[in-house]
């Protein structure tokens, strides 16, 4: 027999397996058409594999470069579908269903974002729960948006109907004026049954209307906790994230996030992604939200399989749900299931829908609810189940009804218990100083290579030096402190994870965390062995991406309170690429959420000629956000009050994200490093007095790199009556503090602030009043730059003269 026809079907099946879902079973409407593919039409109608690849699957994986990859799916796909639990099924379609009914039936007009039209939403997560505990799994951070949520709360995080139905009764708002969130953002815990019996921890992520920017937040969060469960942790917890499609489409933060899961300091094992695809966003229709024809194809810029699945073939959904599983956990990637559905209503219950889809509505109104056409496929009455169900939904909606307080629908795991948020209280102040022998240990460690290390001259180089400053014979710059302040801290157990661009060598050259065999490349890192029994430290170059990984490291923050979570911008002007996680979870989450969070960002500041965007990482921004002691904000003016400022950050209870402008030329400035005494002073100073001016006739407060220049200037004019404080913390207000040592110059005359920045940035908003108020009734000036479009110059030059006016206005009496 003749090979050819053989070869031909290979080929043809081939083109299915490479196009079919072009051609595939998609819209449960039939309304949005495939676009379909010529090499298809040539197979003619048919074939065999037309059945297998134009069904309601429609999987996209021939894009994956690894053979094994393809024949895994392929060898699924072409398989006989598995068994699936069909009145399993229809009950939890019905549940879904009339959850929804009841919600709408009794709180009409009011916007809940329902999951009518994809209910199969519920029995695809069944599946990949009950398919992932199977292999192990006991924790599923999950994030979602609005659409589905409430569904998801009660159905999949466990949470009973009454205490969700209990958000629409809205019965205590005098406890949340000014705070709390609406009830589709609220993050939900509880545990999920699989039908064989085993327990999946369900953790809801809270999230913000911002769409999408929540997935590298849940994926820091997974990989925090696998950090904690050790070596099988990525057996053990998994991320589902679950995305709109026009939001998937359309949010840079998803491309993101995608790449961030295949990096390795990033990678969680595999988030199992979920497009709850209702073919529309808002009022926007497919064609206006992507330019190719699926929301999804955004994944197949990396070896991500993704599986379109129609929404109304319940078993395909199933099917999908877990090849997409097994395929996480057989390769440890990334998968995308498109649930591809529709929206019954408008984009929330509120809104009418056939203003901009009058055509697509009209065929909605006209659709069978999904359970009724399961049942019926499958010979089925439900209607005395879907009566009994309803009757159970609304007797919750009466517990519901009866409820004097609104339930939190999240217990907090068990390692938040020694950590606390709220306003500050001074008794959580602990003792950083660290006494010269221990610190010469940490520094015999840090300095020390093994005998077979090829270390570069440089290198070697700075750690003579560090070497020196850590014996005490030479003051002790930045990037020594901060090592200090790490290899003390991991000493001592607390875990040190850090991140950013560039960040292990440092964008200035200035922390080598991370030392690189000339001869090898092999890596040593010296905070990795600081002691036997020493907590683990991570440093990681990451992607070139602000946003999802400021996300990632907040995300793992929240999930292990006991380490220091550092976040680096390359330099600060860039962290406004991460402001959507900066504003709606750093400064708004405990707020929002009572959700705690001690994340660092370093954030490299100061005007030092380098133009526009090297200059300035917005300190008012941050200083506008910041309210009910929600986070700190501070500058340290040297070495020690920097090395005092993360061990602070790490031992103190008190868990409140940190915002600190870190040094780039004064990283080596001779006036920003300290003497090895200095470390072991005990305590963090919110406000840096001058002990060189006794009796100051005029104060000059500043913060940052100006204040040395201003103390150098001063000195060569032998100025004795004006002093320069430094500002260590702005936020919050060191008062008392001020105060206290305003009370100790009782000639001052009149207070300065003195800032780099222009005008309109900086601090001088926030803090003119704030030093109005403790000058009683002396004046406060303000010296700094013109008000500017733009942070700062682009030319060398003419900075050198703004500076220098600058700091002649300081130092200028006024008349
Ligand atoms: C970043 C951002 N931009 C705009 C909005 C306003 N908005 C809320 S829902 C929505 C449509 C979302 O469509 P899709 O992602 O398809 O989800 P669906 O509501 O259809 O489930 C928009 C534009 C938002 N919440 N976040």
């Known amino acids: 027999m003749s090979t050819k026809p053989a070869v031909a079907q290979e080929q043809v099946f081939d083109a299915f397996r490479r196009w079919g879902y072009l051609a595939a079973r998609l819209d449960p409407l039939d309304y949005w058409h495939p676009p379909g593919h010529p090499e298809l039409d040539a197979a003619g109608p048919a074939h065999h594999a037309r059945n297998i690849y134009c069904g309601t699957i429609g999987a996209d994986f021939m894009h994956l470069p690894d053979?094994?990859?393809?024949?895994?799916?392929?060898?699924?796909?072409?398989?006989?579908?598995?068994?699936?639990?069909?009145?399993?099924?229809?009950?939890?379609?019905?549940?879904?269903?009339?959850?929804?009914?009841?919600?709408?039936?009794?709180?009409?007009?009011?916007?809940?974002?329902?999951?009518?039209?994809?209910?199969?939403?519920?029995?695809?997560?069944?599946?990949?729960?009950?398919?992932?505990?199977?292999?192990?799994?006991?924790?599923?951070?999950?994030a979602m948006s609005h659409r589905g949520r409430l569904n998801v709360m009660h159905h999949i995080a466990a949470r009973p109907a009454h205490e969700v139905f209990a958000g629409f009764e809205d019965v205590d708002p005098r406890s949340v004026l000014g705070s709390g969130d609406v009830k589709y953002h609220l993050g939900a815990t509880g545990t999920y049954r699989t039908r064989s019996g085993r327990a999946v921890n369900i953790h809801l992520a809270s999230n913000p209307s911002h769409l999408e920017v929540v997935a590298p937040v849940a994926m820091g969060r997974t990989r925090a906790k696998q950090a904690r469960l050790g070596k099988d942790g990525h057996l053990r917890c998994m991320a589902i994230l679950m995305h709109g499609d026009a939001a998937?489409?359309?949010?840079?933060?998803?491309?993101?996030?995608?790449?961030?899961?295949?990096?390795?300091?990033?990678?969680?094992?595999?988030?199992?992604?979920?497009?709850?695809?209702?073919?529309?966003?808002?009022?926007?229709?497919?064609?206006?939200?992507?330019?190719?024809?699926?929301?999804?194809?955004?994944?197949?810029?990396?070896?991500?399989?993704?599986?379109?699945?129609?929404?109304?073939?319940?078993?395909?959904?199933?099917?999908?749900?877990?090849?997409?599983?097994?395929?996480?956990?057989?390769?440890?990637?990334?998968?995308?299931?498109?649930?591809?559905?529709?929206?019954?209503?408008?984009?929330?219950?509120?809104?009418?829908?056939?203003?901009?889809?009058?055509?697509?509505?009209?065929?909605?109104?006209?659709?069978?609810?999904?359970?009724?056409?399961?049942?019926?496929?499958?010979?089925?009455?439900?209607?005395?189940?879907?009566?009994?169900?309803?009757?159970?939904?609304?007797?919750?909606?009466?517990?519901?009804?009866?409820?004097?307080?609104?339930?939190?629908?999240?217990?907090?795991?068990?390692?938040?218990?020694?950590?606390?948020?709220?306003?500050?209280?001074?008794?959580m102040e602990v003792d950083t100083g660290l006494p010269a022998e221990n610190l010469a240990a940490i520094t015999q460690a840090l300095t020390a290579v093994p005998a077979d290390f090829h270390i570069h001259p440089k290198v070697k180089r700075l750690l003579d030096e560090r070497a020196r400053m850590g014996r005490g014979e030479k003051p002790v710059d930045y990037g020594m402190a901060e090592a200090l302040a790490f290899g003390s801290l991991l000493r001592q157990g607390v875990p040190i994870r850090l991140s950013g661009q560039d960040s292990r060598r440092g964008t200035f050259n200035h922390r080598h965390s991370v030392l690189i065999d000339t001869a090898t490349e092999t890596e040593y890192v010296p905070l990795g062995h600081v002691a036997g029994g020493q907590a683990r430290f991570d440093a990681y170059n990451s992607m070139l991406s602000e946003a999802a990984v400021l996300g990632f490291e907040y995300g793992y923050s929240r999930d292990y309170p006991e380490a220091l979570v550092l976040w680096e911008a390359q330099f600060g002007d860039f962290a406004n690429g991460a402001q959507i996680v900066i504003d709606q979870f750093i400064a708004?989450?405990?707020?929002?959420?009572?959700?705690?969070?001690?994340?660092?960002?370093?954030?490299?500041?100061?005007?030092?000629?380098?133009?526009?965007?090297?200059?300035?990482?917005?300190?008012?921004?941050?200083?506008?956000?910041?309210?009910?002691?929600?986070?700190?904000?501070?500058?340290?003016?040297?070495?020690?009050?920097?090395?005092?400022?993360?061990?602070?950050?790490?031992?103190?209870?008190?868990?409140?994200?940190?915002?600190?402008f870190t040094p780039k030329s004064m990283l080596r400035h001779p006036e920003a490093l300290s003497p090895l005494g200095d470390f072991s002073r005990p305590r963090f100073q919110t406000l840096v007095p001058d002990r060189e001016v006794e009796r100051a006739e005029r104060v000059l407060i500043c913060t940052g790199k100006i204040g040395h220049e201003l103390k150098i200037e001063r000195r060569k004019r032998k100025d004795t009556r004006t002093a320069v404080w430094f500002l260590d913390q702005l936020y919050p207000f060191p008062e008392a503090e001020f105060a206290a040592e305003l009370a100790r110059h009782p000639e001052a005359r009149e207070l300065v602030w003195v800032q780099e920045e222009p005008a309109n940035m900086g601090a001088l908003f926030y803090v003119l009043p704030l030093l109005e108020r403790v000058a009683a009734g002396r004046p406060v000036r303000s010296v700094k730059r013109s008000a500017s479009a733009s942070p700062a110059t682009g030319s060398a030059k003419a900075h050198e003269l703004e500076q220098r006016t600058l700091i002649t206005l300081a130092l200028a009496t006024s008349a």
């Open 67 to 142: 053979p094994a990859q393809r024949r895994w799916i392929q060898e699924r796909m072409e398989s006989a579908a598995p068994a699936v639990d069909q009145p399993a099924i229809l009950e939890r379609l019905i549940r879904a269903q009339l959850f929804e009914q009841v919600l709408q039936s009794r709180y009409l007009g009011t916007k809940r974002f329902s999951l009518e039209g994809i209910t199969s939403l519920i029995p695809l997560l069944d599946e990949i729960l009950e398919s992932a505990a199977g292999r192990g799994c006991e924790y599923a951070v999950v």
């Open 588 to 660: 708004a989450g405990e707020d929002k959420w009572g959700l705690l969070s001690g994340v660092v960002l370093l954030l490299p500041h100061g005007y030092e000629g380098q133009g526009p965007e090297h200059s300035s990482a917005r300190i008012e921004r941050f200083l506008q956000l910041a309210a009910e002691d929600n986070i700190q904000v501070c500058q340290p003016s040297d070495a020690a009050q920097y090395f005092r400022l993360l061990r602070r950050q790490a031992l103190r209870a008190w868990r409140k994200p940190l915002v600190v």
């Open 248 to 427: 998937f489409a359309g949010q840079g933060v998803t491309a993101e996030a995608l790449a961030l899961g295949g990096l390795r300091g990033f990678r969680t094992g595999g988030s199992v992604h979920i497009i709850v695809n209702n073919l529309i966003g808002f009022t926007t229709s497919p064609g206006e939200l992507h330019p190719s024809p699926f929301s999804a194809d955004l994944a197949k810029r990396l070896p991500i399989p993704i599986f379109h699945v129609n929404a109304e073939d319940p078993d395909a959904v199933v099917r999908a749900g877990r090849m997409a599983l097994d395929f996480r956990y057989a390769f440890q990637s990334d998968v995308v299931v498109d649930l591809i559905g529709f929206r019954r209503h408008g984009h929330s219950e509120v809104d009418d829908p056939t203003i901009t889809q009058p055509r697509l509505y009209a065929r909605i109104q006209a659709h069978p609810l999904l359970w009724e056409s399961y049942a019926k496929k499958l010979g089925a009455d439900a209607v005395p189940q879907a009566e009994a169900i309803r009757a159970e939904f609304e007797a919750e909606q009466k517990k519901a009804e009866a409820l004097e307080k609104t339930p939190l629908l999240r217990t907090l795991p068990p390692y938040w218990s020694a950590y606390k948020g709220g306003d500050h209280d001074p008794a």
